[in-house]
Antibody
Framework: EVQLVESGGGLVQPGRSLRLSCSASGFTYGFTFEDFAMYWVRQRPGKGLEWVSGISRNSGKIVYADSVKGRFTISRDNANKSLYLHMTSLMTEDTGLYFC???????????????WGQGTLVTVSS | EIVMTQSPAILSLSPGERATLSCRASHSVRGNLAWYQQKPGQPPRLLIFGASNRATGLPARFSASGSGTEFTLTIASLQSEDFAIYYCQQYHEWPGTFGQGTKVDFK
């Protein structure tokens, strides 16, 4: 069973930066981390799901939500089965639980998000 | 970006009743739509992808249909474990936007 484990969350002041990491393991059926598109999805306290950013298998396609464009950078290290989110110029409205997530099917960007981590909490406050 | 709108916001039902949840896209997403279930303190769980394809292990009481801009998730006979929040998501184009959710709670 695929496991996604996020880390790097915490309390940070407005305007500061934070880097989230996600470690992936448990791939089966001949698939590996590099075969899947990956995503960051966040959930503000008591609110719904918000797609933050996505990255294709070889990092050739990267897209951000308008709310984070120019401030957040997604990246991946396929050799180390890791996904990252570098967040700068943080604002109070960036507070929330950040989920690392993975495309359902390998070699696809059209099969939904099939695996989710438990999330790492980011709190932006002075 | 494509805006996803779910209705109703809250659906109050009793166990055994049928639940019908709707999701509308501001532009056609063809069949590129997923449904998720989220319970308190848990990450979302994929239920449906490709508008109507059940995820592995999903009970048969869950079904979904639709294409283009109108989609429906149906739970044929609600079980106690089905009371949760349900989200639709389009992945026709990135950003893969979510609807605001429908909460299915006890009447």
């Amino acid at each position: 069973e695929v496991q996604l484990v996020e880390s790097g969350g915490g309390l940070v002041q407005p305007g500061r930066s934070l880097r989230l990491s996600c470690s992936a393991s448990g791939f089966t059926y001949g698939f590996t981390f590099e075969d899947f598109a990956m995503y960051w999805v966040r959930q503000r306290p008591g609110k719904g799901l918000e797609w933050v950013s996505g990255i294709s298998r070889n990092s050739g396609k990267i897209v951000y939500a308008d709310s984070v464009k120019g401030r957040f950078t997604i990246s991946r290290d396929n050799a180390n089965k890791s996904l990252y989110l570098h967040m700068t110029s943080l604002m109070t409205e960036d507070t929330g639980l950040y989920f690392c997530s993975k495309e359902t099917l390998g070699y696809s960007e059209t099969s939904g998000i099939g695996h989710w981590g438990q999330g790492t909490l980011v709190t932006v406050s002075s | 970006e494509i805006v996803m709108t779910q209705s109703p916001a809250i659906l109050s039902l009793s166990p055994g009743e049928r639940a019908t949840l709707s999701c509308r896209a501001s532009h056609s997403v063809r069949g590129n739509l997923a449904w998720y279930q989220q319970k308190p303190g848990q990450p979302p769980r994929l239920l449906i992808f490709g508008a109507s394809n059940r995820a592995t292990g999903l009970p048969a009481r869950f079904s979904a249909s639709g294409s283009g801009t109108e989609f429906t998730l149906t739970i044929a006979s609600l079980q106690s474990e089905d009371f949760a929040i349900y989200y639709c998501q389009q992945y026709h184009e990135w950003p893969g936007t979510f609807g605001q959710g429908t909460k299915v709670d006890f009447k």
